[in-house]
């Protein structure tokens, strides 16, 4: 069946250097991939998304690289601060009305900013 | 706009019993989803409703159902429950459910079945 899996579980880094957190999906149909934060006791929160027929996007310090071919998607936070402390998850959506509102989420992965 | 609301934030049910959880989606959306995150098993997709009617489902056992209104409004609801039911339940609602639509979550309802 459909499978994202999401390395690293944890990262750590100090404030002002950067994160990359690392996507593959199972589905070659997949088309849609969002990034979602979720603090501690909070909602997950969209902070960007990127579609098949896109290589890359940016957004601020936040950007998202897409590999079709390899079936892999990234994200990459620059000058991180504590504010970006949070759990991040990874998630394909895939085309089809058997896939309807259906996202299929990576593992997620805690990352904590050091002051 | 308003965001995506639940009720009850929380619970607390004794294994057999069944719960019933509510969700408003954001105005205008038709989709909702429904997802339950745990620690060990992450998010996973129970099933997604749009015109009140299911358009698809995830590897749940029949135990999960929902249903949705004429206004977007679902619920869902989980008979004979389990230990193993101890979970954040949490609904995103969308326009329309498809790739590219952005899925709004809400805050969740978190249960514990004792």
């Known amino acids: 069946g459909e499978n994202v899996e999401q390395h690293p579980s944890t990262l750590s880094v100090q404030e002002g250097d950067s994160a990359v957190i690392k996507c593959t999906y199972s589905?070659?149909?997949?088309?849609?991939f969002p990034w979602y934060k979720q603090e501690l006791g909070k909602r997950p929160q969209l902070i960007i998304d990127i579609r098949s027929n896109v290589g890359e996007k940016k957004d601020q310090r936040i950007a998202v690289t897409l590999n079709k071919t390899a079936k892999h998607f990234s994200l990459h936070i620059t000058e991180t601060q504590p504010e970006d402390s949070a759990v991040y998850f990874c998630a394909a959506q895939s085309g089809g009305s058997s896939n309807t509102g259906k996202l299929i989420f990576g593992q997620g992965t805690t990352l904590q900013v050091k002051p | 706009k308003a965001g995506v609301t639940q009720t009850p934030r929380y619970l607390i049910k004794t294994r057999g019993q069944q719960v019933t959880l509510s969700c408003s989606p954001i105005?205008?959306?038709?989709?909702v989803s429904w997802y339950q995150q745990t620690p060990g098993q992450g998010l996973q997709f129970l099933f997604e409703y749009f015109s009140e009617t299911q358009r698809n489902k995830g590897n749940f056992p029949g135990r999960f159902s929902g249903r949705q209104f004429s206004n977007s409004r679902s619920e869902m609801n989980v008979s004979t429950l389990e230990l193993g039911d101890s979970a954040l339940y949490l609904c995103?609602?969308?326009?329309?459910?498809?790739?590219?639509?952005?899925?709004?979550f809400g805050p969740g309802t978190r249960l514990t079945v004792l």
């Open positions: 995103a609602s969308s326009f329309a459910g498809g790739p590219g639509d952005t899925q709004y």
């Open positions: 105005s205008g959306h038709r989709s």
């Open positions: 589905d070659s149909a997949s088309n849609y």
